[in-house]
């Protein structure tokens, strides 16, 4: 049995018991290198949008402002509700923060005050920025989500979402730089205002993180996370790194208390970092296919792997259940060029895909009108060339004896007459 001990001093198995701990109904578990699904429940359940609206709104928000703009609240900003949780920072109208300050209160309060203020920064009012929040969901592919509100409130009852729209909300999240700095933060601090409200320092409310409320469950290899309740239970996206691998946990429901959840993320991380290993498949340059040429000196050209190609497998995977596909041409035309893509390796274990490659050409190959007889020559037997050869020699050589004897005939004849006109003169 492998162990594995956490940053708290909690030993965690690395077995088959860790997803029997699960109590989430619905989970996830990808490799964020490959996005390769290394487990999934449940996933295709419609669920609420909720907390997780907030992703949305800051990528907008980081995508249109510099993180020093200066935002203004205004009086629309501090009605949440009827709830304290939506505005912890106590926020007013009429203070300015820059977009880093709602940023951070967002993302490590949860806070729906910032939200608001940065939809309406952004739009002018919060049904503007819906459309969107919505537009932008459809270019990331996200086709079964549904936003309805910039903080996730959901008065229509029409807001929806997958575990999978919500893993490609997160994998894109995490490609800007400023949201995975501020959602790796542990503590940030507001400023202090003329009418009175004094500097403050806040923590996190992401607990795999910082030990604001459960300190048990802070997770050594956790780089980022965001959570949502809902009456139906706590539900988290987490991100993971340990060495070059990087993972995404996404649990959803989970029906216990809120410390279950951070439970739940827990062991889909240390089954995913101990029962699976990243395995190189093809180093970069690696000879993998060669494709018949024409019109080219040589027969064929050489494709090689674009880059290294590494996929995760199961600790002690079965090498004939790895098995791989080439598309490619049936031929190619010269000239060929040095690094172009001209076919894919597709990798596939137990029938299921892997991770795909470009094969690009690994020299430079130019055209060449008589390249086809050379070809014809190269691909003859040596001993019937040479035969060929001989023969040929042979009759060349009769050729030009007969040759010779008809240019002396000729010779002959030639003197003949001119002796006979001689004579005749």
């Not at 101990?274 to 180093?283: D, F, G, P």
Request: glycine share 4%.
């Amino acid at each position: 049995m492998l162990l594995a001990v956490l940053s708290t001093g909690m030993t965690v198995s690395a077995t088959q018991t860790n997803l029997d701990a699960i109590t989430a109904p619905t989970y996830l578990l990808t490799d964020g290198n490959t996005d390769a699904i290394m487990l999934e429940q449940n996933c295709t359940t419609n669920l609420g949008v909720n907390n997780f609206a907030k992703i949305m709104t800051a990528i907008l928000a980081i995508e249109k402002f510099a993180p020093t703009d200066w935002l203004t609240f205004t009086e629309e900003t501090n009605v949440f509700y009827g709830n304290t949780f939506g505005n912890i920072a106590e926020t007013k109208a009429g203070q300015r923060f820059t977009v880093l300050n709602h940023l951070q209160n967002m993302l490590l309060l949860y806070s729906d005050a910032s939200a608001v203020a940065l939809a309406t920064a952004y739009s002018g009012n919060t049904q503007d920025f819906v459309a969107e929040m919505n537009q932008k969901a459809a270019l990331l592919g996200m086709q079964d989500t549904v936003f309805t509100s910039p903080d996730g409130h959901d008065e229509t009852g029409t807001a929806k979402t997958t575990v999978y729209d919500l893993y490609k909300l997160m994998r894109f999240a995490m490609n800007l730089p400023l949201f995975r700095e501020i959602t790796s933060t542990v503590r940030f601090t507001l400023p202090s205002f003329t009418d009175g409200t004094a500097e403050r320092t806040f923590t996190s409310r992401n607990h795999l993180l910082s030990k604001y409320t459960y300190s048990t469950y802070t997770y050594s290899a956790a780089i980022s996370g965001f959570i949502s309740y809902s009456t139906d239970g706590a539900s988290f996206i987490g991100v993971a790194r340990q060495g070059n691998r990087t993972l995404y946990a996404l649990v959803m429901n989970t029906p216990d208390d809120a410390q279950q959840v951070y439970k739940d993320v827990i062991n889909l991380f240390e089954h995913g970092f101990n029962s699976y290993s990243s395995v190189i498949l093809a180093k970069k340059g690696a000879f993998l296919y060669q494709i018949p040429l024409t019109g080219a000196l040589q027969a064929n050209a050489v494709l090689v792997a674009e880059k290294d190609v590494s996929a995760l497998l199961p600790n002690g995977y079965d090498e004939a259940r790895l098995t791989s596909q080439i598309t490619a041409p049936e031929k190619l035309k010269a000239p060929v060029k040095k690094n172009t893509p001209y076919a894919t390796i597709t990798y596939y274990y137990d029938e299921n895909p892997l991770v795909s490659c470009a094969l690009v050409a690994e020299k430079d190959i130019s055209f060449s009108p008589f390249g086809w007889i050379v070809r014809l020559f190269s691909r003859v037997n040596t001993l019937l060339l040479l035969t060929v050869l001989i023969l040929f020699l042979l009759w060349l050589s009769m050729h030009i004896k007969k040759q010779r004897k008809r240019e002396e005939l000729k010779r002959r004849k030639r003197e003949i007459l001119n002796q006979t006109d001689e004579r005749n003169s």
